[in-house]
């Protein structure tokens, strides 16, 4: 059984941090079932493990939290849907690439709900959107913007810390980092796209895709 989580308002990222550290410490010792937490946080910064100093353009703008997650520097905020994944990946294939794909897919198939469609790109951590709408770039090639990020982190093989996915944050506080590291590309939200999508219709969306996009939890026998 996975347990979904919803909160409302703004939670702050330091307590956030302490239940996904409690939540798989249980999960692991089989006193607690798998989560998924939805929920927003005021405006922050995250450093992932990969993160580059320079990276931070503007460190006075908002609190920066130091991670242990993977990937580089992020964005949380009002109007971004946060779903934690409390999972465990032992007993979900024992294969943490897959588990991040799995990860994707589930951004995608639940961005294609919109009609959205979200892709992969090589060397590109996260989901990204073509837009056809904008002029070409430099190279002559559709712009692409980022509409979600992943980073994960697996403590005995139960992973915590999760995705985002931008509902309708302020693309403005994106300014003061260079997010995960890329500079070419910018950043967008499926109300930036034009669609009137709202925070309730995305988390109907996840919980609805969810099941088919990520590999089923196989219970340990014998």
């Known amino acids: 059984m996975v347990e979904w989580i919803t909160t409302d308002g703004l939670t702050d990222y330091a307590q956030a941090e302490a239940f996904m550290e409690d939540r798989a410490h249980a999960i692991h ?3 607690a079932d798998e ?14 493990t990969s993160a580059k100093p320079a990276d931070l353009v503007d ?36 294969d943490v690439r897959r588990f991040v794909q799995d990860l994707e897919n589930w951004v995608i198939a639940t961005l294609a709900e ?13 989901v990204w959107v073509q837009r056809d709408d904008e002029p070409l770039n430099a190279l002559g ?7 979600a990020a992943l980073g994960i982190r ?3 093989w139960v992973s915590f810390h999760g995705l985002s996915i931008n509902v309708e944050p302020d693309l403005k506080h994106f300014n003061g980092i260079v997010p995960c590291g890329i500079t070419e590309h910018g ?3 499926l109300v930036d796209l034009g669609l009137p999508v709202t925070m309730d219709d995305v988390d109907v969306a996840l919980r609805k895709t969810f099941d088919s996009s990520v590999t089923p939890y196989t219970p340990e026998t014998g």
């Not at 919109?114 to 996260?126: C, L, M, W």
């Not at 090639?141 to 509409?147: F, L, S, T």
């Open 187 to 189: 950043v967008t939200s």
């Open 35 to 48: 989560c998924i937490w939805l929920l927003e946080h005021p405006p922050l910064y995250t450093a992932g």
């Open 114 to 126: 919109f009609n959205v469609k979200g892709e992969i790109r090589d060397g590109r951590v996260g």
């Open 59 to 94: 460190p006075d703008r908002f609190p920066v939290h130091t991670t242990k997650r993977g990937g580089q520097y992020t964005y949380h905020g009002p109007g971004q849907r946060i779903a934690y994944v409390m999972l465990d990946v032992g007993k979900r294939g024992h």
């Open 141 to 147: 090639q559709p712009a692409e913007d980022k509409i």
């Open 154 to 156: 697996l403590r005995k």
């Open 29 to 31: 010792r089989g006193e």
